[in-house]
């Protein structure tokens, strides 16, 4: 990728295992401020356990991940949850606290890291929650939504805090049509009208190539192509041809690795 804007996210050489089992194997990749950055691959591929290392969940067996010029594996306690709160999450399940109404759920962050009164926590959150167009639902619990509802209202608690970079695990996964095109537009929207930075985990590739700026795909640990979403659309790699035309045949094999069939027999 070009390097005309500061990249905020810059990932070297990120190898990670669990146990014997090699996951990442030198991930390199850079997130410039302002842009909304895609990375593809198959569940399975390490998307998500590239993403605990954005967060410090995480540490690499070698490489790094740096957020806002800090390598985030060399950061103390303190430091690493300073570097947390300049990040929103939009977590795969939407992570919402069953308990709290969505007034509450918006409203957590902000009286846990801020010292707002309530009277501007209750107007932020409104205003938080008229951004993503569930403003009159303030006073529903997490049972009462719909699926869409339910991710609109988590995309409006990662951004409840005014984070520098926003990172979204599988938003897409589990939506109707209708609601996987709204939820693609806000994070395209709000993105450019906060001047915040998106990285865009998924497997879901049309929404994706539609609102993100530079594209990753990750397949056995690495990343095997990049580009602009025009780019990828044309591209001849084999395993991006066989992720865009989702076809059987191709890099991805179905089998998990293993045996001859019949050895088992």
Same mark, same amino acid.
């Given at each position: ?10 990932? $070297?050489?990120?190898?990670?295992? #669990?146990?014997?089992?090699? /996951?990442?194997?030198? %991930? !390199? ?13 198959? $569940? ?31 950061? =103390? !306690?303190?430091?690493? #949850?300073?570097?947390?709160?300049? *990040? ?5 399940? $939407? ?8 007034? +509450? =759920?918006?409203?957590?962050? *902000?009286?846990?890291?801020? +010292? &707002?009164?309530?009277? *501007? ?5 409104? *205003? ?25 209202? @988590?995309? @409006? ?9 926003? %990172? ?10 209708? $609601?996987? =095109?709204?939820?693609? =537009?806000?994070?395209?929207? &709000?993105?450019?009208?906060?001047? /915040?930075?998106?990285?865009? /985990?998924? #497997? ?10 530079? /594209? ?27 992720? %865009? ?21």
């Amino acid at each position: 990728m070009k390097q005309s804007t500061e990249n905020l996210v810059e990932v $070297s050489d990120l190898h990670f295992a #669990y146990g014997k089992r090699q /996951v990442l194997k030198g %991930i !390199n990749l850079t997130i410039p401020r302002g842009k909304v950055v895609a990375i593809l691959g198959v $569940s399975g591929c390490g998307k998500s356990t590239l993403l605990h290392h954005f967060g410090g969940q995480l540490k690499p067996s070698s490489g790094s991940v740096k957020v806002l010029g800090k390598v985030i594996h060399e950061l =103390n !306690n303190d430091e690493l #949850y300073a570097m947390r709160r300049e *990040m929103g999450m939009m977590f795969q399940v $939407s992570g919402l606290f069953s308990d709290l109404t969505v007034y +509450d =759920n918006l409203a957590f962050p *902000m009286r846990e890291h801020t +010292d &707002l009164s309530e009277e *501007m926590i209750r107007d932020l959150v409104l *205003m938080k929650l008229q951004a993503v167009g569930l403003r009159n639902a303030h006073g529903l619990m997490p049972k009462d939504l719909s699926g869409g509802m339910e991710r609109r209202v @988590a995309l @409006a608690r990662a951004i409840a805090i005014d984070p520098t970079l926003i %990172i979204y695990d599988e938003p897409f996964a589990g939506l109707d049509p209708i $609601s996987l =095109n709204i939820i693609a =537009n806000l994070i395209r929207k &709000l993105n450019d009208a906060l001047g /915040v930075t998106s990285v865009v /985990v998924t #497997y879901d590739m049309s929404e994706s190539l539609k609102i993100a700026d530079y /594209v990753y795909f990750i397949h056995d640990g690495v990343v095997v192509a990049e580009g602009g979403a025009a780019e990828m659309l044309e591209s001849k790699d084999p395993f991006v041809h066989q992720f %865009i035309h989702a076809e059987p045949d191709g890099p991805v094999a179905f089998q998990y690795p293993s045996r001859p069939y019949a050895e088992d027999l």
